[in-house]
């Protein structure tokens, strides 16, 4: 499936925030790094937390400040909102292209969105040593993403690659 082929205005972050999450939202922008910013974070994403916005803020803060352990548990859960919204199955390991289909008739964006979060699991499982569960992640993403749109190949290549080098290295020093 061509995951450029589409017209739409209409993407994930769209969704219109109430006036005190997204003040919330800069306010944590603004005292970035600092405990404050995630209490505010965490605040937002309490006020309402399958908005997409919010989770994809929390998860950048996690991820930026190098807590990837957090920054997979918002993707997880990202994954299970916007997969709900399109009626994905709630594992992300029986998604199949009949899927991916129809949720492109309900939303392109959310797909390519839903596909993004799905490759930046797999990125941080691979980076916290959970390989088995990432190159999964990515191999499930190049199974949908036909024409490699979202860049999952790169990775899952490189992962590949690693283990390979990695095994031959063990073998020669046996």
């Known amino acids: 499936m061509d995951l450029l082929d589409f017209e739409q205005t209409e993407l994930y972050f769209d969704e219109p925030l109430s006036a005190e999450v997204a003040q919330l939202l800069q306010e944590a922008a603004n005292s970035y790094g600092s405990e404050e910013a995630e209490s505010k974070l965490l605040l937002a994403n309490f006020m309402a937390p399958r908005q997409l916005t919010v989770l994809v803020a929390l998860y950048r803060y996690y991820y930026y400040q ?53 490759k930046a699991a797999g990125y941080v499982n691979l980076r916290l040593g959970n390989y088995a569960e990432g190159q999964a ?38």
């Not at 994954?79 to 919204?85: E, N, S």
């Not at 191999?139 to 990775?155: M, W």
Request: aromatic share 6%.
């Open 66 to 118: 190098h807590r990837l352990e957090d920054a997979l548990l918002v993707a997880e859960c990202t994954l299970a909102v916007a997969g709900r919204r399109l009626e994905f199955p709630y594992n992300w390991m029986h998604l199949r292209i009949a899927n991916v289909s129809s949720g492109v008739m309900q939303s392109m964006g959310l797909v390519r969105f839903y596909l993004m979060v799905l």
């Open 137 to 174: 992640m990515l191999e499930k993403l190049v199974e949908l993403d036909s024409h490699d749109r979202i860049g999952g190949k790169a990775l899952l290549e490189l992962i590949r690659t690693e283990l390979a080098a990695s095994y031959e290295s063990l073998e020669r020093s046996a």
